[in-house]
């Protein structure tokens, strides 16, 4: 694409103006909800919603030129579509079980989204997989930065956030799963804290070509993608404990996610690791790709 807008290389303004874009598609989104038509279904009616905010989204993409405007809204939606299919639950749906999923979800969240905004660089920086992609299609890049990389990722949360939905539709009381689900995502955010903890102090000193391959990394190589697939899976959780009948429609998207880190995600990192550190394939032949275990001697 080609720049008509030149990019502030200020990030507080770079961060003021996706703050903005976002007040936006959150009102639109809104506006959609409250003003426009329904649909027979809740969850539909807020899919329609999430969309529209997407394209809201990708349209402020557009006119800046930078796609990474869409990165935080990974983080941002998720907490305020379990607040709304709250707002709009069954009379009897279990509140316990909705403040120990909250805990979960907002500790995620708010986590996620601060680690976004403190290693952003501003506009002037886009994420190195949007313009390979846009490349690699140039005769519709439009349609691969609006389908690829703004509607997808809507897609995958929304999917993996219905279980959230399923915990705002059931009577049913709150038991020891939901614990265990409360253990698994705190567990997994901590797990995800500490692996950016190490990854961003490694990296002031980290010398061209060098690995990270202490702490954490040194006994898997995607801690940080691990407790990403871990958090949603302990949102499964709570789903199957308030609906355990409907587990067939809230696995799809932690099967989705799994395959989307492993399909594309990891695969992707290791081959640009490959290509720009001369020592990666030795990290991958002693470090496992995810689960982690003790890594294997040289």
């Known amino acids: 694409m080609t720049d008509t807008i030149p990019a502030p290389r200020s990030r507080s303004a770079s961060l003021a103006i996706v703050t903005g874009l976002y007040v936006v598609a959150v009102a639109a989104a809104a506006a959609w909800l409250y003003l426009g038509p329904d649909t027979a279904y809740l969850w539909l009616d807020a899919l329609i919603a999430d969309l529209v905010a997407t394209a809201v989204v990708f349209a402020g993409s557009r006119i800046v030129h930078n796609s990474s405007c869409y990165d935080a809204y990974w983080s941002v939606i998720p907490p305020l579509l379990a607040v709304y299919w709250w707002l709009e639950r069954e009379p009897g749906a279990d509140g316990v079980r909705f403040a120990l999923l909250s805990v979960v979800l907002w500790l995620w969240a708010i986590r996620l989204t601060a680690n976004w905004v403190y290693s952003w660089p501003g506009l002037h920086h886009e994420d190195w997989r949007y313009p390979m992609l846009r490349e690699k299609n140039p005769k519709v890049e439009l349609v691969v930065d609006l389908m690829g990389i703004h509607v997808f990722p809507t897609l995958q949360v929304f999917a993996a956030m219905l279980p959230v939905y399923a915990v705002t539709r059931s009577e049913r009381a709150w038991g020891w799963l939901d614990l265990v689900a409360l253990v698994v995502g705190v567990g997994a955010v901590l797990l995800q804290l500490v692996a950016d903890t190490q990854q961003h102090r490694f990296a002031r000193t980290k010398q061209p070509g060098e690995s990270l391959v202490t702490g954490l990394w040194a006994w898997s190589r995607h801690p940080n993608y691990l407790g990403e697939i871990l958090m949603w899976f302990s949102l499964l959780?709570?789903?199957?404990?308030?609906?355990?009948?409907?587990?067939?429609?809230?696995?799809?998207?932690?099967?989705?996610?799994?395959?989307?880190?492993?399909?594309?995600?990891?695969?992707?990192?290791?081959?640009?690791?490959?290509?720009?550190?001369?020592?990666?394939?030795?990290?991958?032949?002693?470090?496992?790709?995810?689960?982690?275990?003790?890594?294997?001697?040289?």
């Open 237 to 298: 959780l709570f789903g199957l404990s308030a609906l355990p009948g409907a587990w067939w429609w809230q696995v799809i998207g932690v099967v989705g996610m799994t395959a989307m880190f492993l399909g594309a995600s990891i695969p992707m990192m290791e081959q640009r690791s490959l290509e720009r550190r001369p020592g990666y394939q030795d990290v991958i032949d002693r470090v496992p790709m995810l689960l982690p275990r003790p890594p294997r001697r040289s």
